[in-house]
Structures are given as structure tokens and as C-alpha cells.
């Protein structure tokens, strides 16, 4: 090898080693410095609450943005906005924390969830030093908001007897609850491994999805219902919908239906349990590689091996479902 390169070979050594040295320094204390906090449990914890009141103009609307704490929001007999936090805090060995903000912009309640630096100590929340612990309880007036989102990181978000325009929850861990809602557009729930439940709800429109957590639907009514799911189990129990679009990879799908929609399904490995009224009219189509494929309805009978296809009553609504190997069961309510 080369001097020259030799030469700077040696300088990259040094220049990384240095780094590295610093980089350490840096870390060693706020390591360090949580660490202790969190065994004694007193320098370096601290309890922390925040409490927000705002009035409220018609259309108005709410979002909450990234949180790791738990939501929770709740309708009540009042006209003004208010909120209330309690939980804790880590304060780091440079006497940094995070705080909770909330302002009016735009029409819109803003709770944002502020970490107190952007450098890489407070972005590796070391023992959950960049992060707020706790509960945010929401509370807002029975009359319609306009727009509702809400995205948690971990924390959990439960919202109850809420009216909106339209409204929308995410969450990569936590869980996401939401009843007594009504939308008059869009409803959307989206969780990773999170689990989502929508109870006695109704709206134009659900659209929910995760990733491998389960989906819920319980007493929903809307003119268009969307699920879909990777490895997660979807189930739906006295859903009212027009349309149903229901997508899986290899989790499970069963739909117990109030009224015969337009069904349309379609999965790999995933299986797909149809449970609709007696009385139900409609014309169905099940296409599938090597899944059974069963037909349990009066006076339905079906044709083919692999594709088959039947008619129930007038035949009014179509049931189309698709799958790989997932095994399709269509029944009538007793």
C-alpha cells in the first residue's frame, strides 16, 4: 500500500475514533442520568399534568398528533372544549423534558405531544426519557365537530358518543376504541399490531386496516364498509352496509350481516365465514385454487368444483369472494 493511502487511512482511523469518543461522552450522562431516575424513581421522575379550555365556533375540529400517552375523548352536556393530562415525566441530567401544547390554528384544537431537543439524545428516548407517561382526557360538546384525527405511537385512544364530519384514529402499538360515534362522512380506524374496535356507530362510510392487529366492527351502520388486514382477524357482528369490501393476505374474516349487501372478498390463505339473513336475496360467485368453498342457505344450489356460482332469492345483491386456499362458508341467520 501507498503512503498517501496509508496516510489517510490512518487520519479516518482517528477521526472515527474521536466520534465515536465524543459520541460517547454525550450519551454516557442521559444514560446514565435515566437509568438512575427510573431505579430511584425521584431525581429524575417528575409528575406532570396540563389542563386546556377552549371555546368552540361551529365546524370546529380536534387533532391529536403522535402521542405515546393514552387518549381518551368523550362527548358531554357543555359548549367549550376542555382537557385534562395527568401522568409523568423524565427529566434527563440536562434538566430537559417533554411537555404538552395545545392551540387553536386553523379551526382546528391542536394537542401536540413536544419533545424539548431534536438531537439524538431525546430521539433515542432512552427509558422513556423523551416521553410523556399518562392520560389525556378530552372532553367535548354533543354537537357536531368538524373534523376529528387522532394518531397515537404506543398510547391507546378511546372515544365515545363523539359527533363529526368525519373522523379518523391511528396507532402503530396501541389500541384504538371508539363507540356511540356518528359521522356524517368518513370514518376511518388504522393500527399496525394494534387491535381496533368500533362499537354502536354509524357514518357514511368505515374504512379500517391493520397490519397484524384485529379488527371489530359491533352494531356499525354505513353505506360503505372497507376492511382489510394482512395477518389480522377480521370479524363484523350486526353490520348494516350497502357495500362491503373486505381484503385479506392470510387472516381470518367472519361477517355476521344485518341486511344482504354487494360483498366483495378477496384472500390469499385467509378464510371467509358469511353469515347473512334467511330472507336474503342475492347472486353469488366463489372462485377458489384449492379452499372448500360451502353453501349453507335454503334452496341455494352450487355448481362447479373450483368456481361456483348460485342465486338465493331474487338475487338482488352480489356476493363475489376470491381466495387462494382460505376455505369460503356462506350460512343463513337461524
Do not use: W, Y
Not at 368523550?74 to 423534558?97: I, K, N, P, W, Y
Not at 371489530?216 to 354505513?222: E, N, R
Not at 352496509?241 to 390469499?268: N, W
Not at 360467485?285 to 362447479?304: E, I, M, R
Request: hydrophobic share 40%; proline share 3%; charged share 20%.
Amino acid at each position: 500500500m501507498s503512503r498517501p493511502k496509508q496516510v489517510l487511512l490512518c487520519a479516518l482511523a482517528v477521526v472515527f475514533v474521536a466520534c465515536a469518543a465524543v459520541t460517547g461522552a454525550l450519551l454516557l450522562p442521559t444514560i446514565m442520568g435515566t437509568a438512575s431516575d427510573a431505579e430511584s424513581g425521584a431525581s429524575g421522575r417528575e409528575d406532570f399534568s396540563r389542563d386546556f379550555a377552549f371555546d368552540l365556533s361551529e365546524g370546529d375540529g380536534l387533532r391529536v398528533d403522535g402521542v405515546s400517552f393514552d387518549t381518551r375523548i368523550e362527548a358531554f352536556d357543555g359548549q367549550a372544549l376542555t382537557a385534562v393530562f395527568r401522568g409523568h415525566r423524565f427529566v434527563d441530567s440536562r434538566g430537559r423534558a417533554p411537555d404538552l401544547r395545545a392551540e387553536k390554528r386553523d379551526g382546528m384544537i391542536v394537542f401536540t405531544e413536544v419533545s424539548p431537543a431534536k438531537d439524538a439524545l431525546i430521539q433515542l428516548n432512552i427509558g422513556g426519557a423523551g416521553q410523556l407517561h399518562g392520560t389525556l382526557e378530552i372532553k367535548v360538546p354533543r354537537a357536531a365537530l368538524g373534523q376529528v384525527k387522532i394518531a397515537t405511537v404506543s398510547g391507546d385512544a378511546q372515544i365515545t358518543g363523539v359527533s363529526a364530519a368525519s373522523l379518523s384514529a391511528s396507532a402503530t402499538s396501541g389500541k384504538l376504541d371508539g363507540s356511540a360515534l356518528n359521522v356524517t362522512g368518513d370514518l376511518r380506524f388504522s393500527a399496525v399490531s394494534g387491535t381496533a374496535v368500533i362499537a354502536d356507530s354509524a357514518a357514511a362510510s368505515v374504512i379500517v386496516d391493520t397490519t397484524s392487529g384485529s379488527l371489530d366492527l359491533l352494531g356499525v351502520t354505513a353505506a360503505r364498509v372497507d376492511m382489510s388486514t394482512v395477518s389480522g382477524g377480521l370479524t363484523a357482528r350486526a353490520l348494516s352496509a350497502e357495500t362491503i369490501d373486505m381484503d385479506s393476505t392470510s387472516g381470518g374474516c367472519d361477517a355476521e350481516l344485518m341486511r344482504a349487501p354487494d360483498v366483495d372478498f378477496s384472500s390469499v390463505s385467509g378464510g371467509l365465514k358469511l353469515t347473512l339473513p334467511k330472507d336474503a336475496g342475492f347472486a353469488c360467485k366463489l372462485d377458489t385454487v384449492s379452499g372448500s368453498l360451502n353453501l349453507h342457505f335454503p334452496g341455494v344450489a352450487a355448481s362447479g368444483q373450483r368456481n361456483r356460482s348460485a342465486t338465493a332469492g331474487d338475487g338482488a345483491r352480489s356476493v363475489n369472494a376470491s381466495t387462494t386456499s382460505g376455505s369460503v362458508t356462506i350460512t343463513a341467520k337461524p
